[in-house]
């Protein structure tokens, strides 16, 4: 696929989601559907809220300079779930990439076409920034949650 001069968008979408304990049991039970929307920047869910901000919101932090229009996420950095750096880096790849465009099935970020991050279900307030550059009139849906504490992104075409 030929990388062309066409649009891009870069976004950075973060995910607060904030359970109260009762809920807890109910986390296997699947993330309803969440497509972004460049208008609303949000949506709710059966989780809990969830917030998608636009990335000139959250400044300037990994930036892709370059052209190859790829997402790059470190959640030892970007996600908060109450866990040491030491930890995170054992539970986490330090740095995941791929380009959201071809969806790279080599890398371990991806499986399906989706993204996958994992956020521990004990933790009843957590947030996730994922950066990333794809083309314009791609969408963004948060599509599930399986087993619980993992969360489902998905890229697709309008």
Request: charged content about 20%.
């Amino acid at each position: 696929m030929a990388m062309g001069t066409s649009a891009r968008t870069t976004l950075t979408l973060t995910l607060t989601l904030t359970f109260a304990s009762f809920i807890a049991t109910a986390l296997g039970q699947g993330l309803t559907s969440c497509e972004y929307d460049a208008d609303s920047c949000g949506c709710k869910t059966n989780k809990g809220l969830i917030s998608l901000k636009k990335y000139e919101d959250k400044g300037l932090t990994y930036v892709d300079t370059s052209s190859s229009a790829e997402y790059t996420w470190n959640p030892c950095k970007d996600v908060s779930i109450g866990l040491t750096d030491a930890a995170c880096i054992q539970a986490f790849p330090p740095i995941l990439s791929y380009d959201c465009g071809t969806h790279d099935s080599t890398t371990s970020s991806v499986k399906s076409g989706y993204a996958t991050f994992n956020l521990k279900a004990t933790v009843e307030s957590r947030q996730s920034e994922i950066k990333c550059t794809c083309k314009s009139g791609e969408k963004f849906s948060f599509v599930k949650e399986d087993p619980p504490g993992y969360y489902y992104l998905e890229w697709t075409l309008k």
